[in-house]
């Protein structure tokens, strides 16, 4: 056969991409739909595009090369190998994998197919017998009827790849500049106010601190500092999801108000109205150290409130080639298109993490780093909000702390613990899982000892006594019931318990409160606390009074998760809602209509039921939760009247 033109193995590249990427883009808009418009979607979708054009595009250059090289080679050799027939081959088997791939994904997501293991291998060999075959029959017709089938599929292709220049250059021209922090609107800065340092950590359950009574010792540091800290026993996390639960933190909104129900989720909401920007325009300088993408101020698109903004891929692996090639692609990338950046870090991803074992990801102390690098510089008070990605999963503590709890050998590596998937879980893996909650609780070991090294440097630097420091988590993490992780519709105490310790400037004598409060709270509580008033779209009350000794609010707390609702402008009609009054907690599940009730004093494993026996007690707060999402539904109705919004329903 004689040598391959460029143009066809582009030809046979580009098809390949093209199909792995409209694939990938329909699951991700099923996702996607629920918190942007397709207009808004649209110029991401176009990058992308451009982007897989380009690598199909160098691969078809690669390709070419090796083709001449290996020809060459070969030819001295006195062998000759079939470059045209290899490629041809390779097309055929690749497409079929993709094809089969789709399939199989189709097919999983609307029955429950179960995992195809031994077909997997099966399907594998069938595919490489037949476009063995097919080579061999076909031979020198191969390229020429392979181009010919496809060509009007190759050009369909290419006219959506010189579409995509359109929109996207469009998209760029129309969206201007990068996006800078607006001007504080304040003339004068009080600097005798004290500063504001919030370290919250991904995934810490206040169940599994022993600080809390946790059998395992995994906070040593912190039963310490509480003795010269406030302690909040009975903490919740407005929902079991990280960015819908930072979201309440962040605009002192429940998630049905803030609606960021999803992983990349924004709102109108949070541009508006957020803890940051009050701080700002009242002198603050406010800073961000997020380690976690899905809610850096960048994703939430509230960046315009951040003096310093370190990018979240500089607090993750730093030695890595993944790290600088993301960083690259990220820096332009993040201004325009911030959906095609989170795409493209999935794939990075799936490539360089491929054998990695790496022992700690996400090294707390790089986030720290970037904090004291920061602060020396800048104008006080300020606001420093450190997000950290440990104890979340997978849990990788490094030395001393590994093998603490867990054997050697024990979910020991970020691949074991892949083998488990977020949710539920059988019953019988529930050892397997256990030994993943040691691991956990060694990484929570982690956190604490990394906490002391931070505290005693904010000591050094002469900041401990000038700041009000907060130690706080996104929401808690599942080792039961059948449940792995956080997300999912579930409720229990170990999803949305957590810890909330405060240390003001200059205490000395602990004091610990056992009044309900809630994650909305702590912006209100720490404008009260340096005297900035609050303003009225905040939903949560300060704890300051409590903190002083004074009596609690009977007000209602509310814990949520809505994943399965659209978040633009539609009604809730799925998802739970919890509601924490006293000594009670009510479960409800929306669409099941049904609920669950525990008293937390006598019962804190939620392990009875009281629904059939407490039923004006399960009556009156049922009730309350119902209300407050009728009222919600009807508002959002009357929005999107006015909107003009076609209706659509969740009903699958
Ligand atoms: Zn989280």
């Known amino acids: 056969m004689k040598r391959l033109s460029l143009f066809k193995i582009f030809f046979m590249t580009h098809i390949v991409f093209m199909t792995i990427l409209i694939n990938d883009a329909i699951f991700r808009w099923s996702g996607i739909s629920f918190y942007m418009t397709f207009r808004e979607f649209l110029p991401n979708l176009a990058m992308m595009i451009l982007i897989f054009t380009l690598m199909a595009m160098l691969i078809a250059v690669i390709l070419k090369l090796i083709e001449i090289l290996g020809k060459s080679i070969t030819k001295r050799l006195g062998i000759a190998i079939g470059f045209g027939m ?59 009827s392979i181009t010919e089938r496809l060509k009007p599929v190759f050009w369909v292709f290419l006219l959506i790849s010189l579409c995509s220049i359109l929109v996207a250059g469009h998209h760029i021209f129309q969206r201007g500049g990068q996006a800078s922090p607006s001007p504080a609107r304040v003339s004068h800065v009080d600097s005798s106010k004290p500063n504001i340092i919030l370290v919250t950590f991904d995934a810490l359950s206040a169940r599994d601190m022993s600080l809390n009574g946790y059998e395992r010792i995994t906070t040593p540091f912190l039963e310490e500092f509480v003795k010269e800290s406030h302690l909040f026993t009975r ?54 150290f997020v380690a976690n993408n899905a809610v850096n101020p960048l994703q939430m698109d509230i960046v315009k409130d951040f003096d310093i903004l370190v990018p979240y891929y500089k607090m993750w692996f730093p030695s890595r080639i993944s790290t600088s090639l993301i960083l690259i692609a990220s820096r332009e990338l993040d201004n325009y298109f911030y959906i095609t950046r989170r795409w493209l870090e999935f794939y990075f991803h799936k490539i360089f993490s491929w054998g990695d074992t790496a022992n700690s990801e996400f090294p707390i102390h790089l986030a720290f780093d970037s904090f004291f690098d920061q602060v020396t510089t800048i104008r006080k008070p300020f606001f420093a909000w450190i997000h950290l990605m440990p104890p979340h999963a997978p849990y ?18 970020s691949q074991a613990q892949q083998n488990f998937r977020w949710g539920p879980y059988p019953l019988s893996q529930q050892s397997e899982i256990d030994s993943l909650r040691k691991r956990y609780d060694e990484f929570i070991l982690y956190c604490d000892a990394e906490l002391k090294g931070f505290v005693n440097r904010l000591k050094e630097n002469r900041l401990y006594d000038q700041s ?74 300060s704890f300051l009074t409590v903190m002083r000794g004074g009596t609690p609010s009977t007000r209602f707390k509310f814990s949520m998760w809505f994943e399965k609702n659209r978040s633009l402008n539609h009604p809730i009609t799925t998802g739970t809602v919890a509601i924490f009054e006293g000594d009670f907690k009510l479960i409800h599940y929306i669409k099941e209509n049904r609920s669950e009730l525990y008293n937390l004093s006598v019962d804190p494993k939620e392990e009875h039921d009281l629904i059939d026996e407490e039923t004006q007690v399960a009556q ?10 009728q009222q919600i539904n009807a508002t959002r109705m009357e929005s999107r009247k006015r909107k003009n919004e076609p209706a659509i329903t969740n009903e699958k």
């Open 86 to 144: 290899l490629y041809a081959w390779s097309f055929l088997v690749v497409v079929s994998v993709l094809m089969v791939k789709y399939l199989k994904f189709w097919i999983d997501s609307f029955t429950s197919v179960p995992y195809w293991n031994i077909f997997r291998f099966v399907v594998l060999v069938m595919i490489l017998v037949c476009a063995s075959v097919l080579t061999w029959k076909l031979r020198e017709r191969l390229i020429t």
């Open 235 to 288: 903490f919740h996390a407005n929902s079991n999801f990280t960015t819908t639960s930072l979201a309440s933190m962040l605009t002192s909104k429940y998630p049905w108000a803030h609606q960021i129900y999803h992983l990349e989720g924004v709102s109108e909401v949070i541009r508006k109205e957020n803890l940051a920007k009050v701080l700002r325009e009242n002198g603050y300088t406010t800073m961000a």
């Open 396 to 413: 990788l503590p490094p030395e001393p702390h590994k093998n603490t709890f867990a054997g050697k050998l024990e979910m020991a590596s």
């Open 468 to 541: 009000l420091l907060i130690l706080s988590s996104d929401h808690g993490e599942m080792f039961e019931r059948g449940y792995y992780t956080h997300g999912g519709p579930y409720l229990y105490e170990p999803l949305v318990h957590i810890p909330m310790i405060i240390h003001e400037p200059g205490q000395t004598h602990g004091t610990q409160i056992d009044t309900l409060s809630e994650f909305i709270d702590l912006a209100p509580t720490l404008l009260d606390y340096i005297e900035i008033p609050i303003p009225k779209w905040m939903e949560g009350e």
């Open 620 to 629: 009156w707060l049922k009730s309350t939760i119902l209300e407050r999402i």
